[in-house]
């Protein structure tokens, strides 16, 4: 067995860049195809889902396996080699058997114990069959994952240690709050028609929403979808189909909206979650480096803040309007007066300390040199140049007024509800700045999900996944002896026909009872002088570093390489054939 794994997700890389490495389905036919094209590999399976890459493969040579795969994986992806070195992890052997079959229980989801990962692999198997990527290695692997995958499901509880990412997520926008009781009288908006979003609207639909709104690019699957959540038996839905031109309309009078397509760029801007949201609260940006709305209230209603600027105190000497305008600040900020005419400065600092330009007074006693004195009648010209380069080197005045607090308004509760479950993202990130809006994506359930206790029946699923690792290695490690053992017999049965002509050239008269009888016994001679060394020969492959007694058994016969080989080929043809007609 030779079997590589090079792959990244969610425990190896942030989320920002197993987003930019995400692959279409396009791009990862393209990845199947080029793999097994490459020297190294001659199987090749991808296992792509919302938090990993994963390419699996059958390989003569670790190391160049290794780089290939890296390359492979680099160049389909779209994120340099170097950059996407960091996060990439291998497994190789049993490693790797035992990395697929964890996998496939839950062990390494993002959500411990979540089940949908068994259809994703199921699916990466059809496309390697479909694309005959995957030999008797890939076949038997995958295949066994998704019986461990089951068995675990079945035989323990690892199903109260998780759950499915659309209901782990839902829960994230519930707040910890009942799903149920957060659902009920919804309208939900479902885009996407594919495996998740079917899941997502057959959650909600079962949640309680009122009503299930599915668009999707091909209007037929959306209305597939739609009719299925009609007639479901443990809802009462009502469901309907829109185009995707629809979904900004959908969109305003929608209170969640569960988003996981294949686009490959925006589905949902900011721009449009926000108008979708205004005309039930006031949407602001949230963000620090955002100006806020001034002019909105405590309740997100406009007209209840106080105006910050210096405008309306009196005496000011600058053109605060035109400031303001410009530099995007209040006056009170020091970024506001930067770069001003060394008399603007004059000006400003004056008043700022309250002191009265031209007052006709002396100058304080122990002000400061380099600075304005206010009741200086007339401040020297090397004080104002000394102001004017502080200003220039350091982009800045010297206030001494602190800026007044500016009043926020408080977030309101959230009025819409948004979960992205594509990668790469649907939703701009840009929307958790929106007040009134709710979005939890990938990002945020990998934070959430960072802390989340285990079941103890993760522990009894580690068991049942290093013995079906060992049980498929042994199974293996045999079955690679296999062909060298029947080529054995074959070649002792072309002996003993040779034998048995050589006889009946030299006993021409012998009758066909007793040449039948000689026979059977030469044979049964063979059978028991080869019984016991081909049992002990395969029981010993099937231990650990046991591929090398095939190799003796070659050796100690002088069994022809090319005769193995074809035995090993038959039996591929076999395999294949009994399952295309499975």
Same mark, same amino acid.
């Given at each position: ?25 396009? +791009? ?29 493969? %059958?390989? %003569?040579?670790?190391? &160049?396996?290794? +780089? ?76 066994? &994952? ?31 709050? %009942? ?63 829109? @185009? ?30 926000? *108008? ?21 209230? $405590? ?20 053109? /605060?309007?035109?400031?303001?305008? #410009? ?10 007066? =930067?770069?001003?005419? =060394? ?17 006709? =007074?002396?100058?304080?006693?122990? &002000?400061? @040199? ?5 009741? %200086?009648?007339?401040?020297? &010209? ?33 009025? /819409? ?56 290695? *042994? ?32 006993? @021409? ?11 059977? #016994? ?38 022809? $390489? ?21």
């Amino acid at each position: 067995m030779s079997l590589l794994v090079v792959g990244l997700s969610h425990r190896s890389a942030p989320v920002s860049v197993l987003e930019r490495a995400s692959l279409n389905a396009d +791009a990862q036919v393209k990845l199947l195809q080029d793999t097994v094209a490459a020297e190294p590999a001659t199987e090749a399976a991808v296992l792509a889902t919302c938090n990993r890459i994963e390419l699996y493969a %059958d390989v %003569d040579k670790f190391h &160049a396996g290794v +780089a290939e795969l890296s390359t492979l994986l680099a160049q389909h992806s779209g994120v340099g080699l170097e950059e996407l070195t960091p996060y990439l992890y291998v497994h190789y052997e049993d490693r790797a058997v035992h990395h697929l079959f964890s996998v496939a229980c839950g062990l390494d989801s993002m959500v411990v114990g979540e089940g949908q990962i068994l259809g994703q692999i199921k699916d990466s198997l059809a496309r390697a069959q479909d694309l005959h990527s995957a030999g008797r290695l890939l076949n038997d692997l995958f295949q066994q &994952a998704l019986r461990v995958g089951k068995r675990a499901h079945s035989e323990t509880g690892i199903d109260r240690a998780g759950q499915s990412l659309v209901t782990f997520g839902l829960e994230q926008l519930a707040q910890g709050g %009942d799903i149920q009781e957060w659902a009920r009288g919804k309208t939900a908006l479902v885009i996407g028609a594919g495996s998740m979003s079917s899941l997502a609207a057959a959650t909600l639909a079962r949640a309680g929403v009122a009503e299930v709104v599915v668009a999707n690019r091909t209007f037929d699957r959306a209305e597939r979808l739609a009719r299925i959540l009609m007639e479901g038996d443990d809802t009462d839905v009502a469901a309907r189909a829109v @185009p995707m031109e629809s979904v900004p309309a959908e969109l305003t009078r929608a209170d969640v909206a569960v988003s996981c397509t294949g686009a490959t760029g925006l589905v949902l801007t900011a721009e449009a979650v926000a *108008a979708a949201a205004e005309g039930r609260t006031a949407v602001l940006w949230a963000d620090a480096g955002e100006e806020p709305d001034r002019t909105a209230g $405590p309740d997100g209603q406009r007209g209840n803040l106080p105006d910050t600027s210096l405008g309306n105190e009196d005496g000011c000497p600058l053109d /605060l309007t035109s400031v303001q305008s #410009t530099a995007g600040f209040s006056v009170l900020g020091e970024a506001a007066v =930067a770069g001003m005419a =060394a008399a603007d400065l004059e000006q400003h600092a004056a008043w700022v300390d309250n002191g009265a330009v031209g007052g006709g =007074a002396q100058r304080t006693a122990g &002000a400061r @040199p380099g600075t304005i004195d206010p009741l %200086d009648p007339a401040p020297d &010209a090397d004080a104002i140049a000394a102001l004017a380069a502080t200003a220039a080197a350091v982009g800045r005045i010297p206030e001494r007024r602190r800026p007044e607090p500016v009043e926020e308004p408080p977030r309101p509760q959230p009025v /819409l509800f948004l979960l992205d479950l594509a990668m790469p993202r649907d939703i701009d990130a840009a929307v958790h700045r929106l007040a009134g809006v709710r979005l939890v994506d990938i990002e945020s359930l990998a934070e959430a999900s960072a802390g989340a206790p285990m079941a103890a029946d993760v522990d009894q699923v580690r068991r049942i996944v290093s013995d079906e690792v060992a049980a498929f290695g *042994a199974a293996l490690r045999a079955a690679h002896i296999t062909p060298t053992v029947v080529a054995l017999r074959t070649m002792a049965a072309d002996v003993v026909a040779g034998e048995i002509a050589r006889l009946d050239g030299r006993l @021409p008269g012998l009758d066909d009872k007793h040449r039948a009888e000689i026979t059977q #016994t030469v044979r049964r001679v063979v059978d028991k002088l080869l019984h016991a060394p081909t049992v002990r020969v395969k029981q010993l492959a099937a231990e650990p570093g046991g591929a090398g007694y095939a190799d003796a058994l070659r050796t100690l016969f002088d069994l022809d $390489p090319e005769t193995v080989a074809a035995v090993s080929r038959a039996e591929d043809s076999t395999t294949e054939k009994n399952r295309g007609s499975a």
